[in-house]
């Protein structure tokens, strides 16, 4: 029954595109833009949050700037929804497909069977480890070293740590190898612990493990937290048990109500490192329309991250993303993907 839904969902989707599609064209394009018509389709492993809301704007801004439809769609942390989801769109013969986030093993089957219909994919933050599958990546390496870097300049080179992490997701992986790195690095750093969970309510969750973490470790100054979902867990724990002044958040990805949370009074969340999610959808919508033209937007398409502090947010004023975009220019846009005949998105 729940797969019947899932797969009337998705097509009810594509029947709703399919009577406003642009039929103008976008002059100047390559096939098939310059007839206009193209739908794609987008399918997020995650559900919820701050981060997927930004990446989807960013998405329907791009593919509006180049007349594309695009059915965005998410399978709320359910691995084979998120396979039926693609393999709908399969079926429904979209012109290109960006899979956003998910675990690999479980995709590469599928991907590939978009492929074997000459549907083009892009992948975003999943390693499908296909060459013919173009990566759009936030340099998770640059971003959670760009933040531990911060984690020792406050901290210094020793101190007892916790790491909120679930393994299997490549963006998690990634992050998380970088803090073993520093492990090593600085070998007065400790993992005195490591928690996490991946499911519909991550920052309640997340929360209740913390406060037992917390208490059961009462050594911990730093926590580690490779996603915003995970810091927000771990900050209503601290602010819970009082202890905001004795441990310290750093963390990935920022919005504005990370950013709200971050420049609260005497906030525990002192750093993140990020990428602006919309740009990320913006990039990842240049590459598959690259490659829906017959262009080759290349394999690993990098969006640069950025370090943002507290004392940054605080000095500057800054309580939103569009604040963060104006007082931090590198923060607004990115290079990656682009072409000379996809215009800029409004």
Not at 1 to 20: D, E, N, Q, V
Not at 236 to 263: M, N, R
Not at 289 to 296: C, K, N, P, S, T
Request: hydrophobic share 45%; proline share 5%.
């Amino acid at each position: 029954m729940k797969k019947s839904i899932r797969a009337l969902a998705l097509a009810a989707g594509f029947a709703g595109l399919a009577g406003s599609a642009s039929a103008a064209g976008l002059a100047g394009a390559p096939a098939p833009f310059d007839q206009g018509g193209v739908k794609i389709a987008v399918v997020s492993f995650l559900g919820s949050g701050d981060w997927l809301q930004a990446f989807e704007a960013g998405v329907k801004r791009q593919s509006d700037a180049l007349g594309i439809e695009a059915n965005i769609s998410q399978a709320r942390n359910d691995i084979n929804a998120q396979r039926e989801l693609i393999q709908q769109a399969i079926n429904l013969g979209v012109k290109g497909i960006i899979i956003n986030n998910g675990q690999p093993e479980a995709l590469k089957d599928v991907a590939q069977a978009a492929l074997d219909a000459g549907i083009p994919v892009v992948a975003y933050d999943t390693n499908l480890d296909n060459p013919k599958i173009p990566q759009v990546e936030q340099s998770d390496a640059d971003m959670a070293r760009l933040v531990l870097d911060q984690a020792v300049k406050d901290q210094g080179e020793s101190f007892d740590g916790g790491v909120v992490y679930v393994a299997g997701f490549a963006p998690l992986d990634r992050r998380y190898a970088v803090w073993k790195e520093f492990g090593k690095k600085y070998p007065g750093i400790k993992e005195v612990a490591a928690w996490g969970v991946v499911n519909d309510t991550v920052a309640a969750s997340v929360a209740d493990q913390t406060k037992a973490v917390l208490r059961a470790n009462p050594t911990i100054s730093v926590v580690f937290t490779p996603w915003d979902e995970f810091a927000r867990g771990v900050k209503l724990a601290i602010d819970e048990l009082g202890v905001a002044d004795k441990v310290k958040i750093y963390g990935v990805d920022i919005s504005t109500s990370d950013i709200q949370a971050i420049i609260e009074p005497s906030s525990p969340w002192v750093a993140t490192a990020a990428t602006n999610p919309s740009v990320v959808g913006e990039a990842s919508v240049r590459a598959l329309a690259q490659l829906i033209a017959g262009q080759d937007p290349g394999h690993s398409i990098l969006i640069q991250p950025t370090l943002v502090t507290q004392k940054d947010l605080l000095d500057n004023n800054i309580k939103t993303i569009e604040e963060l975009q104006a007082k931090f220019p590198a923060f607004k846009d990115s290079d990656a993907a682009k072409a000379s005949w996809i215009p800029e998105p409004k």
